[in-house]
Nanobody, 115 residues
Framework: VQLVESGGGLVQPGGSLRLSCAAS????????MSWYRQAPGKERELVAV????????NYADSVKGRFTIFRDNAKNTVYLQMNSLKPEDTAVYYC?????????WGQGTQVTVSS
């Protein structure tokens, strides 16, 4: 099983980034896919989730209206489009897959929002 994140980097406040998470080794379409983030000295928090059926999404209040999670089951990939980025969005962003008792994490990608 692998979850490989990409797309992180340094961006100015107000800018945009799109994170990608390429999955392999499991039935991607069956899994709820999420993005979490962890800032220095803080606990890991859920940012956004998209369920396996119907594409229903849910977001943390802090990112609603700015971030969009979506998935492409044909490519086994989940994305996080991040717009209007703020310095407080700086964190390591992790991809997560969950189905029943099965739970997998990616290695994380750093997002830094700074001028």
């Amino acid at each position: 099983v692998q979850l490989v994140e990409s797309g992180g980097g340094l961006v100015q406040p107000g800018g945009s980034l799109r994170l990608s998470c390429a999955a392999s080794g499991f039935t991607f379409s069956s899994y709820a896919m999420s993005w979490y983030r962890q800032a220095p000295g803080k606990e890991r928090e859920l940012v956004a989730v998209v369920i396996s059926v119907g594409g229903t999404t849910n977001y943390a209040d802090s990112v609603k209206g700015r971030f969009t999670i979506f998935r492409d089951n044909a490519k086994n990939t989940v994305y996080l489009q991040m717009n209007s980025l703020k310095p407080e969005d700086t964190a390591v962003y992790y991809c997560h897959a969950r189905w029943l008792v099965y739970s997998y994490w990616g290695q994380g990608t750093q997002v830094t929002v700074s001028s």
